[in-house]
């Protein structure tokens, strides 16, 4: 009998996990993806908020190791009902409907750059934790990599006080 407890124990905190969770969730993103010949995806960190509600704010290196160039044209983030890309500029942000990526060319998505903002967040996205951020390409092609999700502060503060709700159509 002994060997059942870590059966139960799993199938208890799934069901706790999918109480928290809101329905109509994009799934066929977390179901690994092909992964895209030549692109590296790496240094994911998501950010949380400091204030519950507000959205994440998403950061990557992709680098294109590849001969052809790549056009970057959604993110997805495994717990988020949906992430958009954005681009900072000086005082303002703009929504970057897509991004070309050369050959050779490495993009970061960096705190004051292009970045990626999560909105309506799983609860069960925590601090400390480990999640997933998923590429699609133009042409269908999707790339994962670990999401390191990080608690608000240090180079955030910038990000707080900013408006997302003139983009979020
Ligand atoms: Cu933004």
Do not use: W
């Amino acid at each position: 009998m002994k060997r059942l407890a870590p059966l139960f124990l799993a199938v208890s905190i799934a069901a706790l996990s999918a109480c928290g969770q809101q329905p109509a969730k994009d799934d066929a993103a977390s179901t690994a993806p092909d992964a895209k010949p030549g692109l590296a995806l790496s240094e994911g960190v998501l950010v949380l908020p400091a204030v519950k509600g507000n959205p994440a704010g998403g950061y990557f290196t992709l680098v294109n190791n590849g001969d052809k160039a790549v056009t970057l044209s959604a993110v997805s983030v495994t717990g988020a009902a949906r992430a958009e890309m954005h681009e900072t500029t000086g005082e303002s942000m703009a929504a970057l409907p897509s991004l070309q990526i050369k050959p050779g060319e490495t993009v970061k998505f960096e705190r004051g750059g292009k970045h990626v903002m999560a909105f309506e967040l799983d609860p069960a996205l925590t601090a400390g934790n480990t999640g997933e951020i998923t590429l699609t390409f133009a042409d269908g092609d999707k790339v994962s990599a670990p999401l390191k999700l990080e608690a608000p502060g240090g180079g955030m503060d910038d990000m707080a006080g900013m408006d997302h709700s003139e983009h979020s159509n």
